[in-house]
């Protein structure tokens, strides 16, 4: 037998030894046998995720006692008007205290009358004129404010009416003049500390957005 002939049968052999021994081990298939799928892990049930509403409010915690009457009241007010903010009314308190002090210490009250209620209004008013009519006057500029701090806050249901108070520590020269203009008070060098709580209201919820001065007290 001619060599090349001995070497076809010899691979043959050895390539049908081959394909035996991987049918044995890989077995058969019959018709179409879908693909299989990677196993999935298996996802375990953790815990339920609970969204919690309503949270301490840093806005009103910044200025009031957590669970105090204030803070209640000033959360009754964010209820009855979601846009109203803590800081943002003492902010504007802030400019309303020196403009309506200044204004009262000069006696220009038309300026101011709108953020005055009637009975403080009236109460101003009386000071002016009698202040008028003993021919004083006085001369004052406001220096800063020292100090400010919510001292108290209620909210009626009924009115919807919100009030706060404010205490002030402000720093301002004041002296006063008779009709010849010599100072029978105060020292135009010298700066006084003037110490006030006064309180603002307004309808919550109202088109109006101006807080009315309706009560001061030291």
Same mark, same amino acid.
């Given at each position: 037998?001619?060599?090349?002939? !001995? =070497?076809?049968?010899?691979? %043959?052999?050895?390539? &049908?030894?081959?394909?035996?021994?991987?049918?044995?081990?890989?077995?058969?298939?019959?018709?179409?046998?879908?693909?299989?799928?990677?196993? =999935?892990?298996?996802?375990?049930?953790?815990?339920?995720?609970?969204?919690?509403?309503?949270?301490? #409010?840093?806005?009103?915690?910044?200025?009031?006692?957590?669970?105090?009457?204030?803070?209640?009241?000033?959360?009754?007010?964010?209820?009855?008007?979601?846009? *109203?903010?803590?800081?943002?009314?003492?902010?504007?308190?802030?400019?309303?205290?020196?403009?309506?002090?200044?204004?009262? $210490?000069?006696?220009? !009250? %038309?300026?101011?009358?709108?953020? !005055?209620?009637?009975?403080?209004?009236?109460?101003?008013?009386?000071?002016?004129?009698?202040? $008028?009519? =003993?021919? &004083?006057?006085?001369?004052?500029? *406001?220096?800063?404010?020292?100090?400010?701090?919510?001292?108290?806050?209620?909210? #009626?249901?009924?009115?919807?009416?919100?009030?706060?108070?404010?205490?002030?520590?402000?720093?301002?020269?004041?002296?006063?003049?008779?009709?010849?203009?010599?100072?029978?008070?105060?020292?135009?060098?010298?700066?006084?500390?003037?110490?006030?709580?006064?309180?603002?209201?307004?309808?919550?919820?109202?088109?109006?957005?101006?807080? =009315? &001065?309706? %009560?001061?007290?030291?």
């Amino acid at each position: 037998m001619n060599s090349p002939i !001995l =070497q076809l049968l010899v691979l %043959a052999g050895i390539a &049908l030894f081959l394909i035996i021994r991987l049918r044995n081990v890989l077995g058969t298939r019959d018709g179409y046998e879908a693909p299989r799928q990677a196993q =999935q892990p298996t996802e375990r049930p953790g815990p339920a995720l609970e969204v919690i509403e309503g949270g301490p #409010d840093s806005d009103i915690l910044d200025h009031a006692e957590e669970g105090s009457e204030p803070a209640k009241a000033l959360m009754d007010m964010k209820k009855a008007e979601p846009s *109203f903010g803590v800081s943002d009314f003492l902010q504007g308190a802030r400019g309303a205290y020196e403009m309506i002090l200044m204004g009262f $210490e000069r006696g220009e !009250l %038309a300026e101011i009358k709108p953020f !005055l209620s009637d009975d403080v209004y009236e109460a101003f008013a009386g000071v002016v004129s009698a202040r $008028e009519e =003993q021919g &004083l006057t006085v001369e004052g500029d *406001f220096v800063g404010l020292r100090e400010m701090s919510l001292h108290d806050a209620t909210f #009626d249901h009924d009115t919807r009416i919100g009030e706060i108070s404010v205490r002030f520590v402000g720093e301002l020269t004041h002296v006063v003049r008779d009709r010849a203009g010599e100072i029978i008070e105060g020292d135009e060098r010298k700066v006084k500390r003037q110490k006030d709580v006064w309180t603002f209201a307004r309808a919550m919820g109202s088109n109006d957005p101006n807080w =009315q &001065l309706v %009560a001061t007290s030291e």
